[in-house]
C-alpha cells in the first residue's frame, strides 16, 4: 500500500496529465526527476510514441565536470533537447512538469529549453 506522500504525488501526476497532452506537432515536454539524475523526453501521445529522450546519465554533453551543480546540469538537459527538437524541426511544446512543482531543477529545464528556442 502506498503511503499518503506517495497517493499526493500520483493525485498531482495525474491532475497535471489530465490537462496536457501531446500531438506530432506539438509534443508533450515529460519531466522525470530523481534525487540524482533528470530525464526529459518528447512524447505524441496521439500515435502514443516517445520522439526524443535526453537524460543525464553517462552523458558527457551536459556534465562537464565534477563540480557542476544538478540544477546546472538541468540547465543543459533543456538547451540539448531543444537542439535535438529543432533538428526534428520541433518548435513548439507542451510542458508537464510530472507533478512536480516548477521550482528548482524542473524550473531550470524549462528556462534551458525556452532559451534554446522551444515554445511553450
Known amino acids: 500500500m502506498k ?55 553517462n552523458n558527457k554533453e551536459i556534465t562537464n565536470s565534477d563540480k557542476t551543480t544538478k540544477t546546472e546540469i538541468s540547465k543543459n538537459i533543456g538547451l540539448l533537447i531543444a537542439k535535438y527538437a529543432k533538428d526534428k524541426k520541433i518548435t513548439s511544446v507542451t510542458f508537464d512538469r510530472g507533478g512536480y512543482r516548477y521550482h528548482g531543477r524542473v524550473k531550470a529545464v524549462a528556462d534551458g529549453a525556452r532559451e534554446g528556442g522551444l515554445i511553450f
Do not use: C, E, W, Y
Not at 497517493?7 to 515529460?30: A, H, I, M
Open 3 to 57: 503511503n499518503s506522500k506517495q497517493l499526493k504525488f500520483v493525485r498531482r501526476k495525474n491532475r497535471t496529465r489530465s490537462r496536457v497532452s501531446g500531438s506530432d506537432l506539438k509534443p508533450r515536454l515529460s519531466i522525470f526527476r530523481s534525487n540524482k539524475h533528470i530525464q526529459a523526453q518528447l512524447i505524441d501521445d496521439i500515435n502514443h510514441n516517445t520522439i526524443l529522450t535526453v537524460t543525464d546519465i
